[in-house]
């Protein structure tokens, strides 16, 4: 191909790349193809040196497996809905038969309007991870929003007796984010941290600069999460919590891979669970 050659002559090197070559006007094949510059003592050019691949097949299996992938988390995904959403379609109609049979009684209705409270949440967490994001990134510092988060739940915090203790660095750089996706994460890692400590505690959470990239490290003082079952986090409907469906974190490893950052959790038995997320800075300030 021209410009591949002429990619080739002008960097001077081997180049490898995937080239489509029609062998009839039905069939194409596809090629993995390097090219090698060669040049006499002098520096003027002999020849290219082209070795090529059909790897046609292997792409068609790749292909196969992508998809069959898809099929794989797709079908998950469904049969994680159908569960959580049919048990408490179970308990709605049971409840709707006791009044039919004349068993009125008003709590009947606040249990009832609970359980149609809670497919709506599994349907909007669903909807979440179904719907493509458009992610608008701008530079914003992370210590205001961290505050901000903080603030949201302080009430909830107290109510459980839980104190939230706030380490910031305040110098530290911007990062090139989707601000309110980020809030929806730490919102996320504080509540689940909250839930952890049914009998209080501290959670402390950590800002610093690393170099060239921004960490934040939320930890608590919980019942703490095995090993066993950390390999797991972050699977569709895989969940510590007794009336969780997973879909909170799934989404959190969502968002923080779609900023190009890391979010690794660690925890012991008893002594709590650390979250750390490491997100790049602004190029203009790396």
Sequence with gaps: ????????????????????????????????VRKVPLFDPDGRRIGLLVISHDI??????????????????????????????????????GFIQ????????REYFQTILSELDRIQSVVNEFLVLAKPQVINFTPRNLSPLLHQVVELLQTEAILNNVQ??????????????EENQLKQVFINILKNAIEAMPNGGRITIQLQQLGDSLS????????GIGEERIQKLGEPFYTTKEKGTGLGLMISYKIIQAHQGNMKISSQRNKGTTVEITLPVCASFA
Excluded at 164 to 177: H, P
Excluded at 216 to 223: K, P, T
């Design 1 to 32: 191909m021209p410009e591949s050659d002429k990619r080739a002559w002008e960097e001077g090197k081997p180049v490898r790349l995937e080239e489509i070559i029609f062998v009839s006007r039905e069939e194409s094949r596809i090629f993995d």
């Design 56 to 93: 046609t097949e292997l792409k068609k299996t790749e292909e196969l497996l992508r998809k069959s992938e898809k099929l794989s988390v797709v079908g998950q995904l469904a049969a994680g809905v159908a569960h959580e959403i049919r048990n408490p379609l179970t308990s709605i109609r």
């Design 98 to 105: 006791f009044i039919q049979e004349g068993n009125y009684k």
């Design 164 to 177: 939230i203790t706030v380490e910031l660095d305040e110098t530290a750089t911007m990062v090139n984010c």
């Design 216 to 223: 934040v490290r939320i930890q608590d003082q919980g019942e």
